[in-house]
């Protein structure tokens, strides 16, 4: 993965205290999301399912008092609103394009799991198995693109506002800081699902995406989460280093790592449209 997958440093925001109580809000639940951003940043640790569902939990909890917010807004914001109501339409895409990736990889797993349970010839495996990462190394090439399209996106939400709109000004930093959380969520759990079987392979191959996102001095010696075990397990297996039970275990905990992260996903592309539709009814009250 390029250069592009590496997040900028945390920052917070800091909003009058006086400001509506929803804005505080919202405040304090990015600000909580930002320092999950930072732990995760300067781990030495591989992006886990874990790590990323307690992610989008506070992404949720973002959204859901952003919403608020957006309700006590004006009509008169028109522009800042319509500015925030565009940025929805690239995150919902990227929201399904990674929902659509990870029940792919899912399948697949599951699918490949069958086929080491028929006990079935060695040849099958073999097939199955390539089959699995070809799947993986098409989706990787497929979230470098998301990741690179996620990160542009970033730079664009831009509205130019007087100073003593004080209101207007608090709006227009909060739909930015919700609009940049989301899509850095969004990039982790990509990132979490282009993990490799081993830092030996990224080292031959450029940096790996985590790489990008720990600190320079940092060794890392191993991929351990749940999709660079499969395909370590995988890799073992058409070596013969090791049994097809190990393989099938680190295939069951990777299904079940991904049903619980798309639980949450299904959850967060629901949020996002709820946010949009908020955002026209309040433009057209």
């Excluded at 008092?65 to 522009?79: F, I, P, R, T």
């Excluded at 739909?175 to 990132?191: A, H, K």
Aim: proline share 2%; net charge positive.
């Amino acid at each position: 993965m390029g250069r592009s997958s590496a997040l900028p440093p945390n920052r917070s925001i800091s909003l009058p205290s006086a400001l509506h109580p929803t804005s505080l809000r919202v405040e304090a639940e990015l600000n909580k999301l930002r320092a999950w951003e930072m732990r995760v940043c300067s781990s030495s640790e591989t992006l886990s399912a874990q790590t990323v569902q307690i992610g989008l939990v506070g992404l949720l909890e973002v959204y859901r008092c952003a919403e608020e917010l957006v309700y006590s807004s004006c009509k008169q914001h028109g522009n800042v609103l319509e500015n925030a109501l565009e940025h929805t339409v690239n995150l919902l895409d990227t929201c399904g394009i990674v929902r659509d990736m990870q029940q792919k990889i899912k399948e697949q797993a599951l699918c490949l799991q069958s086929s080491f349970r028929r006990r079935g010839t060695a040849l099958r495996f073999e097939d199955e198995i390539a089959s699995y990462l070809r799947l993986r190394k098409k989706l990787k090439k497929e979230a470098s693109k998301c990741i690179r399209s996620l990160k542009r996106s970033e730079r664009k939400f831009n509205v130019v506002v007087s100073l003593k709109e004080h209101h207007l000004a608090m709006v227009v930093k909060v739909l930015r800081e919700v609009n940049v959380m989301t899509s850095r969520v969004l990039r982790f759990l990509l990132i979490f699902m282009s993990a490799t079987g081993s830092a030996s392979k990224n080292r031959r191959g450029g940096c790996s995406l985590i790489r990008k996102l720990i600190r320079p001095k940092t060794k890392v010696e191993k991929i351990v989460n749940e999709v660079g075990s499969v395909d370590a397990a995988l890799f073992c297996v058409l070596h013969g280093t090791e049994e097809i039970t190990m393989a099938d275990r680190m295939l069951e905990n990777l299904v079940s790592s991904l049903d619980s992260i798309e639980t949450r996903l299904d959850v967060l592309f629901r949020r996002l449209i709820r946010f949009r539709v908020s955002i026209l009814n309040v433009l057209i009250r």
